[in-house]
């Protein structure tokens, strides 16, 4: 293979990647903007979203086939679903600890993700589960790059989410509500936002999209298991972080930037394949020493 | 003296054994501007903050337009009609003007979420109405549109604390709270405060309540002011009586010099 196409090759593998990364890294980002929670079980909300997507597609093939349709209403379905979950758990396990310390809070995150583990895993029996599907194996020859269908649809279909997201976030008035109590949760009260209703909605939208991300994955690489959250999480985490924890357009920026820099990172000389979570973890080391409020992030600055 | 708009009684506060308001008794009547004045950690802010619903005192009602405050969480008292503006600036950072100003009209719109999602065309019919109700509070303080996409926080501070006040007028309130509007405004600034203030009661039926070290601004602008002293009510009245009161002057200038005329 010629450069150009190990380049261009890797530049769709990236793609697809950062696409994945960018959807999980999302829900972080909102999250944290909101309460301020670096929420470690939004991951395994991925992995529940890949689960939920399969159980919705076994559910619905009959009637819409196991082609993409039927897979965009399995994720549909598992959007539903795993937004309400996010919403109980943040009722339960994380609206009580509001007032509490971070670090309380966060411990909690992390009890949720041990619990929805392993829940999944005494359901499946901590076995990897088929994800059938009737995609196909066409695409578009450009020259020696081949790009399959798949990909373009799955690339595509978490463009038009994110930038779903992004209007909803910026032209609507309960996007402005979700902006004005990341930025100052008492002031928005003061000016009647019901912060209670804003935090309950950014639950659902972050974790429908880990759920949109997670059912197409499963599509995508043709198995689930209850440990998928985990690696990925750590990735959306960093995604997160490389663009500015708290800024919505750097987490989609984060993200596409560590799927590509994986992706490339597996082609330099004598580092293997192997070593590209190395890689990432490395990327995250760096930003947080160079620039530690990420590529898009601001500066907090307390006023007296 | 019309009925009372707002409308304390024996409220009484304290944190961890600190008393900080003790049994105090205030009003605001329909359509009059009040000011309330003390010595700095009176509590005059803690007041404010069980107005809006931040601290719940232990006893005592509030009782705003006929309503029970105590019970309602801070958005539901805006919802009310009661807006606050603060001491310190705090407009959103990062979003522009008119974007702030926005902001302060979620409680009065009715598109959920669910049709925000959605992107109704009702939705988006009622996102123009919520601009054309902000430009209107935003030339009411005297901003000008060609400020609107400026990000808030770049404008100088007195463009800053317009914006502020436009965006609790964006609220739609029957009483505004001011908290210190005149702190860090030069001469010119002030007056043309005093304006605004009037105008928010004369042309909009708005009633205030303002807390404010101007001693200046405070006689020019207010109809009555309460006075309070170590979480106590020790005076109300007129501009004039408040001048002559010898417990204003005491709370103010220590005991030895209760004699000594109070620089107004």
Known sequence: MSLLDIISHQLVNGLVL???????????????????????????????????????????????????????VAMFLSMIAVGFIGVVIERVAYHPMLAAPRLSILITALAVSLVLQNTVLALTGGQYTAFQTDLGFGGLNLGSLFISYNQMVLVATAGVLMIAL?????????????????????????????????????????????????????????????????????????????GGIGSIPGAMLGGLILGLLEAFGTQIPFIGSEWKDVFSFAVLILVLVLKPTGLLGKSEQERM | MTAALLSLSGVSLAFAGNTVLQNVDFQVAEGAVVSLIGPNGAGKTSLFNCITGFYKPQTGTITFD??????????????????????????????TVMQNVMSGMHCRT??????????????????AAIREACDDCLRFVGVTPDEYDRIATTLAYGHQRRVEIARA????????????????????????????????????????????????????????????????????????????NPKVIEAYLGQEDAEAELDF
Do not use: C
């Not at chain 2, 979420?113 to 939705?123: F, H, N, V």
């Not at chain 2, 009555?224 to 004039?240: E, F, K, N, P, W």
């Open chain 1, 18 to 72: 950062g696409s994945f990364y960018a959807l999980v890294a999302l829900g972080y980002t909102m999250i944290f903007g909101v309460i301020k929670l670096l929420n470690f079980a939004h991951g395994d909300l991925y992995m529940v979203g890949g689960f939920l997507g399969f159980l919705s597609l076994s559910a619905v093939s009959s009637v819409v086939g196991a082609d993409w349709p039927g897979i965009f």
């Open chain 1, 166 to 242: 992004h209007l909803f976030v910026n032209r609507t008035q309960f996007g402005r509500a979700m902006r004005a109590v990341s930025i100052d949760m008492d002031m928005s009260q003061l000016l009647g936002i019901n912060v209670s209703a804003v935090i309950a909605v950014t639950f659902f939208i972050g974790s429908a999209l880990a759920a949109a991300a997670g059912t197409m994955a499963g599509a995508y690489y043709g198995s689930i298991w209850y440990f998928m959250g985990f690696l990925i999480g750590l990735k959306a985490f960093t995604a997160a972080v490389i």
């Open chain 2, 110 to 127: 009715r598109s959920g979420a669910i049709a925000a999602i959605l992107g109704l065309p009702s939705q988006r019919a009622e996102e």
């Open chain 2, 169 to 244: 007028l964006a609220t739609q309130p029957k009483l505004l709270l001011l908290d210190e509007p005149a702190a860090g405004l030069n001469a010119g600034e002030k007056q043309e405060l005093i304006a605004l203030i009037r105008r928010i009661r004369d042309e909009r039926g708005i009633s205030v309540l303002l807390i404010e070290h101007d001693m200046g601004l405070v006689m020019q602008v207010s109809e009555r002011i309460s006075v309070l002293d170590h979480g106590a009510m020790i005076a109300d009245g007129t501009a004039r009586e408040i001048q002559a």
């Open chain 2, 66 to 95: 006929g309503q029970a405050l105590l019970k309602l969480k801070p958005h539901r008292v805006t919802a009310a009609g009661i807006a606050r503006t603060f001491q310190n600036v705090r407009l959103f950072r990062e979003m």
